[in-house]
Nanobody
Framework: QLHVVESGGGLVQPGGSLRLSCAAS????????IGWFRQAPGKEREGISC????????NYADSAKGRFTISRDNAKNTVYLQMNSLKPEDTAVYYC?????????????????WGQGTQVTVSS
């Protein structure tokens, strides 16, 4: 069973950057597609970005395009989410999740293995 743990969240000013990490254990990460999701208080959990196991292709939500970049380092069994030009509306708990599907999507129900989340707060 793959186990994923998020890290890298924190408090950052608007316009700043953070890099989130999703570290996996228990199984080689490259067998799984990985998604990043976030949930703000009072809102539904939404898909932000994902990376496919088959070919490394990526998807981004409109809110993330041009600002966020997802990548994977199979040697470190880790997927990253580089977040630039952060805005207050990016404030949320960020989760990574895995699926055995070879092509990723931003649909929450396709993922069955979730981390505990890491808090990102964008505020001056």
């Amino acid at each position: 069973q793959l186990h994923v743990v998020e890290s890298g969240g924190g408090l950052v000013q608007p316009g700043g950057s953070l890099r989130l990490s999703c570290a996996a254990s228990g199984f080689p990460l490259n067998y799984y597609s990985i998604g990043w999701f976030r949930q703000a208080p009072g809102k539904e959990r939404e898909g932000i970005s994902c990376i496919s196991s088959s070919d490394g292709s990526t998807n981004y939500a409109d809110s993330a395009k041009g600002r966020f970049t997802i990548s994977r380092d199979n040697a470190k069994n880790t997927v990253y989410l580089q977040m630039n030009s952060l805005k207050p509306e990016d404030t949320a708990v960020y989760y990574c999740a895995s699926t055995i599907r070879t092509m990723c999507s931003l649909k929450r129900y396709e993922y069955n293995n979730w981390g505990q989340g890491t808090q990102v707060t964008v505020s001056s």
